[in-house]
C-alpha cells in the first residue's frame, strides 16, 4: 500500500501562484503513477494533470494547460503541481493520485490522498 498526503494549499489572489505537493509513504519502492484531480463545491471531482513513474510524460486538461505544471522528485517519493495565472474558477479542494499501472485522466487509480484547499479569490 501506499499513503498519500497533500500539503501547500491555501488562499491565493486571481493571477497568483501555488504549488502543492503530495507525498507518498508506505510502498514507495514501487514506480507509480501520479495523477492531480480537484473537486469544487457542487460539482464533480475532475482531472487536472498526470506525470508517470519516470516523470517523462505528463498530461494535462485543457482548463489547466500552459499555466499548470505537474513534476516530482522520486529521491524524495514527491510529486508536484505548480499553479500559475490562477483563476477563480481553479478553487477547490485538490486531490492527489496514485497506482501501478494506471496512467491518465480517468478515476482508476487505487490510491487517494485527503485533498488539500485551494482559494482563489477574484
Known amino acids: 500500500q501506499v499513503q498519500l498526503v497533500e500539503s501547500g494549499g491555501g488562499s491565493v489572489q486571481a493571477g497568483g501562484s501555488l504549488r502543492i505537493s503530495c507525498v507518498a509513504s508506505?510502498?514507495?519502492?514501487?514506480?507509480?503513477?501520479t495523477g492531480w484531480f480537484r473537486q469544487a463545491p457542487g460539482k464533480e471531482r475532475e482531472f487536472v494533470a498526470a506525470?508517470?513513474?519516470?516523470?517523462?510524460?505528463?498530461y494535462y486538461a485543457d482548463s489547466v494547460k500552459d499555466r499548470f505544471s505537474i513534476s516530482r522528485d522520486n529521491a524524495k517519493n514527491t510529486v508536484y503541481l505548480q499553479m500559475n495565472s490562477l483563476k477563480h474558477e481553479d478553487t477547490a479542494v485538490y486531490y492527489c493520485?496514485?497506482?501501478?499501472?494506471?496512467?491518465?485522466?480517468?478515476?482508476?487509480?487505487?490510491?487517494w490522498g485527503q485533498g488539500t484547499q485551494v482559494t482563489v479569490s477574484s
Open positions: 493520485a496514485a497506482d501501478e499501472n494506471y496512467y491518465g485522466m480517468r478515476n482508476q487509480y487505487h490510491y
Open positions: 508506505g510502498r514507495t519502492d514501487i514506480n507509480w503513477h
Open positions: 506525470i508517470t513513474w519516470s516523470g517523462r510524460s505528463t
